[in-house]
């Protein structure tokens, strides 16, 4: 099983916060620390919090408490967020009701919205590596999108609403569409 050594969760988090500053205020200044408490207690930003404890508690051998902080994201906010799952810095839910996060892995800056579902093509309760899709940096995945199989998914990709993901795709693309197709390059 991949487990992320770079990972700290106070640095993940500050990078998650000062992210989802940045694109709900439209503005790269740092925030005043008000802004950081309130931030902090956003329905965007509490998954997220719940996901990196859930990962952080992974990570240190305490599973079935990771599975319950899991759980309660569940319960909370509608997201399935594979505890096992490293993801990078700058998460951003803009809305969670719906999505399931069952992906290899996911780098820095990804952009996940509601009703994404993120995993394997068949049931995978070994959570294997070749079934699971792996995303890069700064990919953006749309309302209601499917991203399944041991795939991968370049850096600054953007997938449409409603789309169906079932093969790689390259860097820098947007893709739309049952099954997916690539519209940009």
């Known amino acids: ?15 998650d916060l000062l992210r989802q500053h940045q ?12 802004w950081l408490w309130a931030g902090a207690l956003s329905p965007r930003f509490v998954p997220v919090l719940l996901c990196r404890v859930a990962y952080a508690l992974h990570n240190t051998r305490l599973g079935p408490l990771a599975k319950i902080v899991s759980l309660l994201n569940f319960v909370l906010f509608g997201i399935e967020i594979a505890v096992r799952c490293p993801i990078g810095p700058g998460l951003f839910l803009p809305h969670t009701q719906g999505t399931v996060v069952g992906a ?4 820095t800056n990804a952009t996940i919205f509601q009703g994404v579902t993120l995993g394997a093509r068949e049931l995978d309760f070994s959570y294997a590596q070749a079934s699971r899709p792996v995303l890069k940096d ?6 209601g999108a499917k991203v399944l199989g041991g795939i991968r998914i370049g850096v600054g990709v953007r997938i449409g609403a409603n789309s169906v993901v079932l093969s790689t795709l390259p860097d820098g693309v947007v893709a739309v569409g049952v099954p997916a197709r690539v519209v940009t390059s």
């Open 138 to 143: 700064n990919v953006t995945v749309g309302a």
């Open 104 to 107: 290899w892995a996911i780098g």
């Open 23 to 34: 694109l709900l205020r439209g503005t790269a200044a740092p925030p005043a620390a008000i």
């Open 1 to 15: 099983m991949f487990r992320d050594p770079t990972f700290s969760l106070l640095g993940h988090l500050k990078a």
